[in-house]
């Protein structure tokens, strides 16, 4: 285990018992506890978490039910695998269950809040689908108003279904500047032009080409995001 995972594990662990936690002294307990915990815990193979998520990975479009399934099972084993319990959440949006997704984002946002930029790209549309604005604009600000794509296109979207016409234009507005393919993006959308959001290969951060794989990953915020489309390409023109 190198020393990042190591560092994600104890940081998932403190998380674990927040609620304990009353002065340095406890953290100084924890801590000990947790090494203590690793030292006699049995090693593990790696090799078998990849291969569940290798596994689930491929199932998760055709079958998101049986990838959130092999995923659970995984992390009876590795419970702290980061990279598990965000295919896990991945899994829980894809088979509707919205709450729990939630929670299992702010989970590994508290697990690891650094640099998770895949964590908080699901939580930002998991948010955008509930219309949660209050808890998006938070999140925003907790990562220094980033003007990312994966950030700004939820955000806009949110502000729109909880019905702040004015933060939406400001977050659309962002979104053009940050993002030149904005209205090429939305254009496509709005006259359902479903092949624009399956992009195949890699795509170029900062393009038509990002929003669409967004659209895509996170299909689950945009089920009936049509009338949002045709509001956003209204709202640039003016």
Same mark, same amino acid.
């Given at each position: 285990?190198?020393?990042?995972?190591?560092?994600?594990?104890?940081?998932?662990?403190?998380?674990?018992?927040?609620?304990?936690?009353?002065?340095?002294?406890?953290?100084?307990?924890?801590?000990?506890?947790?090494?203590?915990?690793?030292?006699?815990?049995?090693?593990?193979?790696?090799?078998?978490?990849?291969?569940?998520?290798?596994?689930?990975?491929?199932?998760?479009?055709?079958?998101?039910?049986?990838?959130?399934?092999?995923?659970?099972?995984?992390?009876?084993?590795?419970?702290?695998?980061?990279?598990?319990?965000?295919? =896990?959440?991945?899994?829980?949006?894809?088979?509707?269950?919205?709450?729990?997704?939630?929670?299992?984002?702010?989970?590994?946002?508290?697990?690891?809040?650094?640099?998770?930029?895949?964590?908080?790209?699901?939580?930002? =549309?998991?948010?955008?689908?509930?219309?949660?604005?209050?808890?998006?604009?938070?999140?925003?600000?907790?990562?220094? =108003?980033?003007?990312?794509?994966?950030?700004?296109?939820?955000?806009?979207?949110?502000?729109?279904?909880?019905?702040?016409?004015?933060?939406?234009?400001?977050?659309?507005?962002?979104?053009?500047?940050?993002?030149?393919?904005?209205?090429?993006?939305?254009?496509?959308?709005?006259?359902?032009?479903?092949?624009?959001?399956?992009?195949?290969?890699?795509?170029?951060?900062?393009?038509?080409?990002?929003?669409?794989?967004?659209?895509?990953?996170?299909?689950?915020?945009?089920?009936?995001?049509?009338?949002?489309?045709?509001?956003?390409?209204?709202?640039?023109?003016?």
């Amino acid at each position: 285990m190198n020393a990042k995972d190591a560092l994600g594990r104890l940081d998932a662990y403190l998380a674990r018992y927040a609620d304990a936690v009353q002065t340095e002294a406890d953290v100084e307990r924890l801590i000990e506890r947790f090494l203590a915990e690793q030292e006699s815990a049995p090693k593990r193979d790696s090799a078998q978490a990849d291969a569940a998520l290798e596994e689930a990975l491929a199932r998760m479009a055709e079958d998101p039910d049986a990838a959130r399934s092999l995923l659970a099972r995984a992390l009876e084993t590795f419970p702290d695998d980061l990279r598990l319990r965000l295919a =896990h959440a991945r899994a829980l949006a894809a088979c509707g269950m919205t709450a729990p997704a939630i929670r299992a984002c702010r989970a590994l946002l508290r697990a690891q809040p650094d640099d998770l930029p895949g964590v908080r790209f699901l939580l930002m =549309h998991l948010l955008a689908y509930t219309g949660d604005l209050a808890e998006m604009e938070a999140v925003h600000l907790r990562y220094e =108003h980033y003007e990312e794509t994966g950030m700004l296109l939820p955000l806009c979207l949110g502000a729109y279904r909880a019905g702040d016409l004015e933060a939406a234009r400001d977050a659309l507005t962002r979104l053009r500047i940050a993002n030149p393919g904005t209205e090429a993006f939305l254009r496509a959308a709005a006259a359902g032009e479903r092949a624009c959001l399956r992009p195949e290969g890699r795509v170029r951060p900062f393009t038509e080409g990002e929003l669409c794989r967004l659209a895509q990953d996170y299909a689950f915020a945009f089920a009936g995001a049509e009338p949002f489309f045709l509001w956003a390409l209204r709202a640039l023109a003016l």
